[in-house]
Antibody, heavy 118, light 110 residues
Framework: EVQLVESGGGLVQPGGSLRLSCAASGFNFSDYWMTWVRQAPGEGLEWVATINEDGSEKYYVDSVKGRFTISRDKAKNSVYLQMHSLRAEDTAVYYC???????????WGQGTMVTVSS | QSVLTQPPSASGTPGQRVTISCSGSSSNIGSDYVYWYQQLPGTAPKLLIYNNNQRPSGVPDRFSGSKSGTSASLAISGLRSEDEGNFYCAAWDDSLSGYVFGSGTKVTAL
C-alpha cells in the first residue's frame, strides 16, 4: 500500500525548533519529488517546501526561508522538515505529500500538528 | 491574501451542477498546469484534477476541470451530499519559484 506517515509534531515555544519526519512506503521513494504543505487552524492550504528526487533542488515559501530546511534520506525512505526560530504563525497541521511531476500532490499523509505557543 | 483567487463558498441542491472559479496570473495559471484538491471535513486533501483537466484513477467523472488563459474552473455535475467539503486550486508560480494555492471554496449541498 502506498503510504506516507508523518511524525514529530508537538508543542514548542516561540523561537524553538522541531524536526518533522515523513516515512514513505509502497513506492520507489527515490523516483519522486516530495513536498510539505501546512494548514493553520481553520485556514486554507499553504505550500511550504519541495525537494527533488536526489535532494539537489529545494524550494521554499518566502515566509520560511532561512528558518526551515527540507531534506531526504534515501536509505530510510524519509523526508524531513527541520524548523528553527518557530513563530506563532507556524502553528498548523503539516502534511507530507508525494509530488508526482506533472500530476501534482497525488499521495498525502495524515498530517502532524505543530503548535507554537508559550 | 492568496495568489490564486477562489470564491469562499458555492452551493447547490443534490443533482445540480456547481462550478468553482480560480483566477491567477501569467506567472502561474497562465504558464503552468492547474491542480484541484478536495478536502473533506477532518481529512487530508486529495488530488481531484491534474494537468488542468485530468482525473486520477478513482475520481468520478462528474468532476471536471478546465483552464483558459489565467483562469481555471472546476465543475461538479450531479452534486452529491458526500461532495461537501473544501476545494482548492493550485499551480506552480514561476515568479515565486514555488507552488501557490487558492484560498479554498467551501461547497455545500443544500
Amino acid at each position: 500500500e502506498v503510504q506516507l506517515v508523518e511524525s514529530g509534531g508537538g508543542l514548542v515555544q516561540p523561537g524553538g525548533s522541531l524536526r518533522l519526519s515523513c516515512a514513505a512506503s509502497g513506492f520507489n521513494f527515490s523516483d519522486y519529488w516530495m513536498t510539505w504543505v501546512r494548514q493553520a487552524p481553520g485556514e486554507g492550504l499553504e505550500w511550504v517546501a519541495t525537494i527533488n528526487e536526489d535532494g539537489s533542488e529545494k524550494y521554499y515559501v518566502d515566509s520560511v526561508k532561512g528558518r526551515f530546511t527540507i531534506s531526504r534520506d534515501k536509505a530510510k525512505n524519509s523526508v524531513y522538515l527541520q524548523m528553527h526560530s518557530l513563530r506563532a504563525e507556524d502553528t498548523a497541521v503539516y502534511y507530507c505529500a508525494r509530488d508526482y511531476a506533472g500530476v501534482g500532490f497525488d499521495i498525502w499523509g495524515q498530517g502532524t500538528m505543530v503548535t507554537v505557543s508559550s | 491574501q492568496s495568489v490564486l483567487t477562489q470564491p469562499p463558498s458555492a452551493s447547490g441542491t443534490p443533482g445540480q451542477r456547481v462550478t468553482i472559479s480560480c483566477s491567477g496570473s501569467s506567472s502561474n495559471i497562465g504558464s503552468d498546469y492547474v491542480y484541484w484538491y478536495q478536502q473533506l471535513p477532518g481529512t487530508a486533501p486529495k488530488l481531484l484534477i491534474y494537468n488542468n483537466n485530468q482525473r486520477p484513477s478513482g475520481v468520478p467523472d462528474r468532476f471536471s476541470g478546465s483552464k483558459s488563459g489565467t483562469s481555471a474552473s472546476l465543475a461538479i455535475s450531479g452534486l452529491r451530499s458526500e461532495d461537501e467539503g473544501n476545494f482548492y486550486c493550485a499551480a506552480w508560480d514561476d515568479s515565486l519559484s514555488g507552488y501557490v494555492f487558492g484560498s479554498g471554496t467551501k461547497v455545500t449541498a443544500l
